[in-house]
Nanobody, 127 residues
Framework: QVQLVDSGGGSVQAGGSLTLSCVASGDIWCRDTMRWYRQGPGKSARQREFVASIEDDGVTKYSDSVKGRFTISQDNRDNAKNTVTLRLSALKPEDTAMYYC???????????????WGQGTQVTVSS
């Protein structure tokens, strides 16, 4: 089991910045890769868009739409509880969405870890 608590969303003007946090706890083996997704207005959960990920060795990946503007990081990776941070900068109105932290949904060391999601945090960017 993995528990994820998202926070840090808010309303900003275009060009502004926000920092989102995801406090993760539970099975460490299931948290080898941590991800952020977003769900835009009027979109369903199945239409959530990948934003960024960070692996346990620190390797990061970004979607083309946020590359160069968003930065993902994490601290205390091997602790029972750690924080995954997504720094959003140069925000655009099209970044408006509910942002979700995610873990699991993959096979790790021969074991399947199910999907776990945070409750989401709303980001609204006005022009």
């Amino acid at each position: 089991q993995v528990q994820l608590v998202d926070s840090g969303g808010g309303s900003v003007q275009a060009g502004g910045s926000l920092t989102l946090s995801c406090v993760a706890s539970g099975d460490i083996w299931c948290r080898d890769t941590m991800r952020w997704y977003r769900q835009g207005p009027g979109k369903s959960a199945r239409q959530r868009e990948f934003v960024a990920s960070i692996e346990d060795d620190g390797v990061t990946k970004y979607s083309d739409s946020v590359k160069g503007r968003f930065t993902i990081s994490q601290d205390n990776r091997d602790n029972a509880k750690n924080t995954v941070t997504l720094r959003l900068s140069a925000l655009k109105p099209e970044d408006t969405a509910m942002y979700y932290c995610q873990a699991g949904g993959s096979i790790v060391g021969g074991r399947y870890c199910p999907d776990f999601w945070g409750q989401g945090t709303q980001v609204t960017v006005s022009s």
